[in-house]
DNA sequence: CTGGTAAGTCGTCAATTGACGACAACATAT
DNA sequence: ATATGTTGTCGTCAATTGACGACTTACCAG
């Protein structure tokens, strides 16, 4: 007992920076070691999926395992709000006004949008908790992410369509199945970097200058073999 | 001891299916026995993920937990033959051939070939195993698989650019790139519809027909913007 | 029937893991 | 300093989980 205090006051320890612990620098305040966990825990379940254990994390954080449960009631509470914050806020709202920009080429737009968004939402970090949650049915609440990307995809098919002046189909699931050609190979490259751990000698604009000069040019061709010309 | 006995007597089970049970035909020959368990520990393992318990794969297999260890020495070893079995297996050798068959259209091939491949490889089972074995950095030997299909996308490739007649750029990174975004498009397709469960909306053919379409039809131009014309 | 062998189960052990009560260390206002 | 509330840790409990020894049950040759 009094070794022990002893043993931390010997350290010479300055306030603020007392433990020389790999994260947790000694004693914060409430919402910044929060803010800490909420980080840390992010990186953790990324790489560890979401049966990662509470002591590793703890151990990740710095701190004991039980400190963890002074800011969130149970684990489920923990990867819930980890879910909110990195998954859901990894959608910024201008995409929508940039892609209808119409003062640039539907390929600028589109080049940059997706290198955007490999930028920010399709990380290792993202991509990993995304896949993680996706694969142990606990659907946690993926309706809002396809909701958002449902409307990215539409976008994009009435900028394309009209700046190629072409008549999109009637039916919408399948106008954005259209989408999805260009969206899911985009998606895909980054599984590959991220997940698969390949596709790291192309340079990522490279691949994305592909992928739509792609999309531009055959996009005609798939519009009209949807089911015949329509008007 | 003797009620137990008396009570499977008198279920008037004939030899080879004596107990009721959800799926463990009671007493099975070795090699019989070792199939059924790696059939069900596939389903199992890819709905419940690689870190599912013995008790309840056990208990899916109709059979108790002990006698999973007289078939393979650790979980780990029977997550090895899982993997070997069903996500090894799933590639078909006469791909290559078909793929070739210059008497079709490059397009006729493309599309029997997605068909196919979404049929045979990208199944509920195949992708969620391949993505938890990914995910769980335990690089079960994905080599393999990626060199295969290396070897898929450069003949398709191949194929493609003879038919029309376009000259591919010499880096077979950046070409086999090209040939992702199809190949990416398809798989991200099935990962939609398994792992995110959507996309169920537009029938498997004419996904499959869009996205060569759009290929094809994107193929020149794609071609033409990797560095410039080449010869 | 009988003995032997393979198929199958029961109960248990040791390590892990989520959760939490009780206690110690620290900062700050008075 | 001393009171007070907050930050943080230790140790532990109950449930889980991989693994396995010891035992029981079914099948078959002779």
Chains 1, 2 share one sequence.
């Not at 070794?3 to 790999?22: I, Y």
């Not at 909420?38 to 790489?47: D, N, Q």
């Not at 909110?84 to 119409?102: C, N, P, S, T």
């Not at 606990?138 to 990307?149: F, G, K, N, Q, T």
Request: net charge neutral; with cysteine; hydrophobic share 40%.
């Amino acid at each position: 007992m009094k070794a022990k205090s002893d043993a931390l006051r010997a350290q010479g320890r300055k306030p603020g920076e007392k433990k020389a612990a790999a994260n947790g620098s000694g004693r914060l305040p409430h919402a910044e070691r929060r803010a800490q966990i909420l980080a840390t825990s992010t990186e953790f379940f990324a790489e560890n999926g979401l049966t990662g254990q509470t002591r590793r994390l703890a151990e990740a954080c710095g701190i004991s395992q039980r400190l963890l449960y002074r800011f969130f009631p149970t684990k489920e509470d923990l990867l819930a709000e980890v879910y909110r914050e990195e998954i859901l806020g990894a959608f910024k709202a201008d995409w929508f006004v940039a892609l209808q920009d119409r003062s640039q080429p539907v390929e600028v737009r589109l080049e940059r949008f997706y290198v955007d968004y490999l930028d920010t939402t399709l990380t290792r970090k993202w991509l990993r908790l995304f896949l993680y949650a996706s694969l142990s049915d606990s659907s946690m609440a993926p309706d809002y992410i396809a909701s958002i990307v449902t409307q990215l995809l539409d976008v994009i098919m009435r900028e394309v369509a009209q700046e190629l002046d072409v008549a999109l189909p009637d039916d919408p699931d399948a106008t954005r199945e259209m989408a999805w050609t260009l969206h899911g190979a985009i998606s895909h490259y980054a599984i590959r970097r991220h997940i698969y751990k390949a596709s790291w000698r192309v340079p990522e604009d490279q691949v994305v200058t592909m992928s739509v000069r792609m999309f531009l040019g055959g996009f005609r061709d798939m519009v009209d073999s949807h089911g015949g010309a329509r008007d």
